[in-house]
């Protein structure tokens, strides 16, 4: 399974995740697929369905063994996947007495899934880590720009104020979400596959079940009747990964335009340089976090395109998950390692922001609007207020000239969306309660 920028020598400093790479690469599938065979020699020996002796024997010699890619390679290619030539080399290390019983009625596909699952259960763990700190990170941030005021933008252009806070906590809104959905998307994914060779254990009938709650118990996975054509597992992990891809995304975007040469409102991280420009800071940490949000998208609307499995077992919708699932995984670990950085670099310029609202004073019109409406219907508020704003005098002088008698400058100052905003972005880290996994 490539994983193209995740252990590139050019780009593995920018779009790379070592430690998240190695729990999802080929190695690690392999150790999965030794230990599936190990627990299920052990179930089955301590259930008489192989010999006690051989399940003991099986399980001792495949410990401490490990297998290379390179050495199954030219059986993949014959065969399409990996188990029959690990069976193979596997009985190598074997008296054939013992070996006889190796793999003893299992299918390629329960030993594939379950190692994946294996896999998926210990990269979810580390991407639930560092969600949590991120998290961490971001409300503190919202918290000490509680009172930073900048004008908020809708549709691109200027609306109303808002604190840096708000913005902030709004990043941080569909991370806490995912976060909360760690717990029912593990449960199912993190699930035993064993069927056999149609799905029917017909093999090891009336054992099937039996030795399959007992891979569970071995494997620390919730036991679940064969699930070859049902992919609502690795369906969930892909759907929370997606949604989480499309969270930091956001965090992305808005640094790289509050960091605008014409906005500059906010910078975060390290900013690069230009070939050829000396004056520039290229956004490159969002930029990047940009890059492997839309990776795992990609990947994720790849999944979604696969074909329904087909009859017992798919050989082109199974195997697209091989790749693809591994590159989401990669991706969002590298994304929130980026996301982490960011939010702990990041940096408001509150001269800027006020400046924004300063020159655009047309920010507080809906405000303005809202108070002439306590003196008139509110639909004449409105009218009002958008005539005087169309003069191109400054919002507030115009409005102390047609409209005496109020104060419009205490009225209308900014600071006045401090409180209410605060009061969101309080709210929103209150929604998050850290489910464990």
Same mark, same amino acid.
């Given at each position: 399974?490539?994983?193209?920028?995740?252990? +590139?020598?050019?780009?593995?400093?920018?779009?790379?995740?070592?430690?998240?790479?190695?729990?999802?690469?080929?190695?690690?599938?392999?150790?999965?697929?030794?230990?599936?065979?190990?627990?299920?020699?052990?179930?089955?020996?301590?259930?008489?369905?192989?010999?006690?002796?051989?399940?003991?024997?099986?399980?001792?010699?495949?410990?401490?063994?490990?297998?290379?890619?390179?050495?199954?390679?030219?059986?993949?290619?014959?065969?399409?996947?990996?188990?029959?030539?690990?069976?193979?080399?596997?009985?190598?290390?074997?008296?054939?007495?013992?070996? &006889?019983?190796?793999?003893?009625?299992?299918? +390629? &596909? #329960?030993?594939?899934?379950?190692?994946?699952?294996?896999?998926?259960?210990?990269?979810?763990?580390?991407?639930?880590? $560092?969600?949590?700190?991120?998290?961490?990170?971001?409300?503190? &941030?919202?918290?000490?720009?509680?009172? %930073?005021?900048?004008?908020?933008?809708?549709?691109?252009?200027?609306?109303?104020?808002?604190?840096?806070?708000?913005?902030?906590?709004?990043?941080?809104?569909?991370?806490?979400?995912?976060?909360? /959905?760690?717990?029912?998307?593990?449960?199912?994914?993190?699930?035993?596959?064993?069927?056999?060779?149609?799905?029917?254990?017909?093999?090891?009938?009336?054992?099937?079940?039996?030795?399959?709650?007992?891979?569970?118990?071995?494997?620390?996975?919730?036991?679940?009747?064969?699930?070859?054509?049902?992919?609502?597992?690795?369906?969930?992990?892909?759907?929370?990964?997606?949604?989480?891809?499309?969270?930091?995304?956001?965090?992305?975007? #808005?640094?790289?335009?509050?960091?605008?040469?014409?906005?500059?409102?906010?910078?975060?991280?390290?900013?690069?340089?230009?070939?050829?420009?000396?004056?520039?800071?290229?956004?490159?940490?969002?930029?990047?976090?940009?890059?492997?949000?839309?990776?795992?998208?990609?990947?994720?609307?790849?999944?979604?395109?696969?074909?329904?499995?087909?009859?017992?077992?798919?050989?082109?919708?199974? =195997?697209?998950?091989? %790749?693809?699932?591994? &590159?989401?995984?990669?991706?969002? /670990?590298?994304?929130?390692?980026?996301?982490?950085?960011?939010?702990?670099?990041?940096?408001?310029?509150?001269?800027?922001?006020?400046?924004?609202?300063?020159?655009?004073?047309?920010?507080?019109?809906?405000?303005?609007?809202?108070?002439?409406?306590? =003196?008139?219907?509110?639909?004449?508020?409105?009218?009002?207020?958008?005539?005087?704003?169309?003069?191109?005098?400054?919002?507030?002088?115009?409005?102390?000239?047609?409209?005496?008698?109020?104060?419009?400058?205490?009225?209308?100052?900014?600071?006045?969306?401090?409180?209410?905003? %605060?009061?969101?972005?309080?709210?929103?880290?209150? =929604?998050? $309660?850290?489910?464990?996994?």
């Amino acid at each position: 399974m490539a994983l193209t920028f995740s252990n +590139s020598e050019l780009y593995g400093n920018l779009f790379g995740d070592p430690e998240l790479t190695e729990l999802v690469d080929e190695k690690a599938a392999i150790a999965g697929m030794i230990r599936f065979e190990r627990a299920l020699a052990r179930v089955q020996g301590g259930l008489g369905v192989i010999p006690a002796l051989s399940g003991q024997a099986i399980d001792a010699a495949l410990k401490d063994l490990a297998v290379s890619s390179k050495t199954l390679a030219p059986g993949v290619a014959a065969t399409g996947v990996a188990v029959p030539a690990l069976v193979t080399e596997l009985r190598k290390h074997l008296p054939s007495e013992h070996g &006889q019983f190796l793999h003893w009625g299992a299918t +390629s &596909q #329960d030993v594939i899934d379950t190692a994946h699952v294996i896999c998926w259960d210990t990269a979810t763990r580390l991407l639930a880590s $560092r969600l949590a700190t991120l998290l961490d990170i971001l409300e503190d &941030q919202s918290r000490a720009q509680a009172r %930073t005021v900048m004008a908020g933008r809708t549709r691109s252009q200027i609306a109303t104020p808002i604190t840096f806070g708000l913005r902030i906590a709004q990043w941080a809104a569909p991370m806490i979400e995912a976060e909360t /959905g760690l717990r029912p998307m593990r449960n199912a994914l993190l699930k035993i596959q064993f069927g056999g060779a149609s799905g029917g254990n017909t093999a090891l009938a009336p054992n099937g079940p039996a030795i399959a709650a007992g891979l569970a118990q071995e494997l620390g996975l919730r036991s679940a009747p064969p699930w070859h054509t049902n992919r609502t597992g690795p369906l969930a992990l892909v759907n929370w990964l997606g949604g989480l891809a499309i969270a930091l995304d956001k965090m992305a975007t #808005d640094l790289m335009v509050m960091s605008r040469s014409e906005i500059q409102e906010a910078r975060a991280g390290q900013g690069g340089g230009s070939s050829t420009m000396p004056q520039k800071a290229n956004p490159v940490s969002a930029e990047a976090l940009s890059v492997l949000c839309h990776i795992a998208r990609s990947a994720q609307a790849a999944f979604s395109m696969a074909k329904a499995h087909a009859e017992e077992r798919d050989g082109v919708a199974w =195997t697209l998950e091989w %790749t693809l699932i591994p &590159q989401m995984l990669w991706a969002i /670990g590298a994304a929130l390692a980026h996301a982490t950085t960011l939010a702990r670099t990041v940096q408001a310029d509150p001269d800027r922001m006020a400046a924004q609202l300063t020159t655009n004073s047309g920010a507080m019109a809906e405000a303005a609007s809202f108070i002439l409406a306590d =003196t008139m219907p509110r639909a004449e508020a409105q009218a009002l207020v958008k005539q005087i704003a169309a003069s191109g005098a400054p919002l507030i002088e115009a409005l102390e000239k047609n409209v005496p008698g109020i104060d419009w400058r205490a009225q209308l100052h900014p600071d006045a969306a401090i409180a209410p905003c %605060t009061q969101i972005a309080e709210q929103v880290f209150a =929604t998050r $309660r850290s489910p464990g996994i």
